[in-house]
Every structure is written in C-alpha cells, then in structure tokens.
C-alpha cells in the first residue's frame, strides 16, 4: 500500500474566485470583472463592477486578463480584497 508523492495533488486555494478582467477604472478604483459562480455570495457567472481595496491592485492586472481574486463586502460594497493573475 506505497503511496506516490507524485501522486499528490497541487493544492489550489478553494476560496478563489475564477475571473477574467474587462475594464479597469483608476480614477473609481474599480475593476470590472466576468466572473465564474461565487457560492459564498450565492451568485452565478456574471459581470459586474467590484471596488479594489488598494489602488496598487489596479495597476497589478491588466483589462483581458485571468484572473483568481477574492471578494468581501465591505461596508455593504463586494470588494476585492485579493486579485492575482491565473497561471
Ligand atoms: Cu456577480
């Protein structure tokens, strides 16, 4: 009964959120984003807008890219707290 470390699986952070970026809005500090279902908010794919916690994020992601992020509501607004490029 050996079991194979190359077996294991590379772990993937579950909280992320699939996405892909259509617009960025520096002066708003807003993304725009497609993005998949989110079931901690109970919301299927769409695009919608999403206030970025840190203006650094803006400049971190490009329009046209995919992304993982994650999302809190902050002060009644979905605002992403984390925002990376998929690989
Ligand atoms: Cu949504």
Do not use: C
């Not at 959120?17 to 993005?35: C, M, W, Y």
């Not at 971190?60 to 998929?86: M, N, Y």
């Amino acid at each position: 009964m050996a079991i194979s470390q190359s077996d294991a699986v590379q772990a993937q952070n579950p909280q992320l959120i699939d996405g892909q970026v259509t617009k960025i809005d520096e002066s708003a500090g807003k993304f725009t984003i497609k993005h998949g279902p989110i079931k901690k908010f109970d919301m299927d794919g769409m695009t919608m807008v999403f206030q970025a916690q840190d203006p650094a994020m803006l400049k971190s992601v490009k329009a046209g890219d995919k992304v993982k992020f994650d999302l809190e509501k902050i002060k009644g607004q979905f605002t992403v707290t984390k925002i990376e490029r998929a690989k």
